[in-house]
């Protein structure tokens, strides 16, 4: 026998409840989630009651000061953000917004990245997009762009597979590097076996470096220092003030290495082909057309040679970043460029270089 269809129950799920639950689910409080929808806490927990008993589940564990996702109700929020996408998209296509890029952008970004990279040229790319706000959200842990409503994350690193996608828009060239000031109490090391013996500042969670010679082949090797730290700025000034070997990419030193305020030393081992500058952002097949200039812009801007390497080869041709002339050259000369690896579906480091 067929069950009655309770009236007050929707037989099904209209698209503003999936955008209630899932504005609930990314604030984790029905409060706020009814302020950014300009309805009242008692309209969404009702919603929310409604959208669970239709499904016959229950998608949020309800405490007097904490609302977290059930399992249910994780794996529900995964699929609607997909759906509400689409939603938007269409939409999009529709009103023909895919030809005029607009609205709010929200990006995810390594601080010193977006400091010395992405700010600088935000006027320019404002001045060719004036209907699109942006949102920028700086932070060099790792940040979950779907469960946060991120458009876009800039992502520096090896990226591991995920269902996101991602698109490489630049190279991440890194180099074992010191102070002057650190190098004339430490004589440079000549071997990899030789860095056991250096105090080596350290990013974040790593304990080991992640290097490439001459040749292309990887080593893997286990580093030790006194300074740690989850932040780009503070490792670069430990360096500069003499504190011990780094290993950093060329786009947060480059003028410092320009100047001889730092030094690269054992120039014929780089940083893994695997590390690259990447956007990421969620799979869809078509791209909101505010997500797809930004990414553009920003692939445009650097290149397949990035503008901060430029100068530091100049530096290194005419021999002013260090006093050691012939060894710079032969740095230059013997460094393969870094590998163009594909970006594909990934998640990875967010900001740690």
Known sequence: MVE???????????????????????????SAAGREMSLSPAVVSKRISLLEERLGARLFQRTTRQLTLTET???YFK??????????????FVSR????????????????????????????????????????????????????????AIRIGE??????????????????CASPKYLRDN????????????NCLLAGAQDSWRLRDKDGKEHQIRVHGNIQS????????????????GFRSTWDIAPELERGDLQIVMPEYTGSSHFAVHAVYPCREFLPAKVHVF????????????????GLKKSVKEGGNSSRKKKSDDRTSRRKPPSSAQAGPSRGLEGLA
């Open 73 to 75: 109700g994780e794996g």
């Open 97 to 152: 917004r895919n030809t005029s890029p607009r609205g709010v952008l929200k990006v995810a970004a390594p601080t010193s990245f977006a400091r010395l990279h992405i700010s600088p040229h935000l006027p320019t790319f404002l001045e060719r997009y004036p209907d699109i706000e942006l949102d920028f959200q700086l932070n060099d842990d790792f940040v979950d762009i779907i469960r946060d409503g991120f458009d876009v």
């Open 230 to 245: 989850n932040s780009a700025d503070f490792i670069r000034e430990a360096l500069l003030l003499g504190l011990g070997l």
């Open 295 to 310: 990414v553009d812009y920003l692939s445009e801007l650097y290149g397949p040679d990035p503008y901060w390497n430029k």
């Open 79 to 92: 699929r609607v953000v997909d759906i509400i996408a689409l939603f938007e998209e269409a939409e999009d």
């Open 159 to 176: 990226l591991a597979d995920s269902s996101l996608v991602a698109r490489k828009i630049a190279t991440d060239d890194r180099v074992i």
């Open 4 to 30: 009655p269809v309770n009236p007050k129950v929707p037989n099904m799920t209209a698209i503003s409840d999936l955008e209630i639950f899932a504005r609930v689910a990314r604030t984790g409080n029905m």
């Open 187 to 198: 004589p440079a090391p000549q071997t990899l076996a030789d860095l056991e013996r250096h």
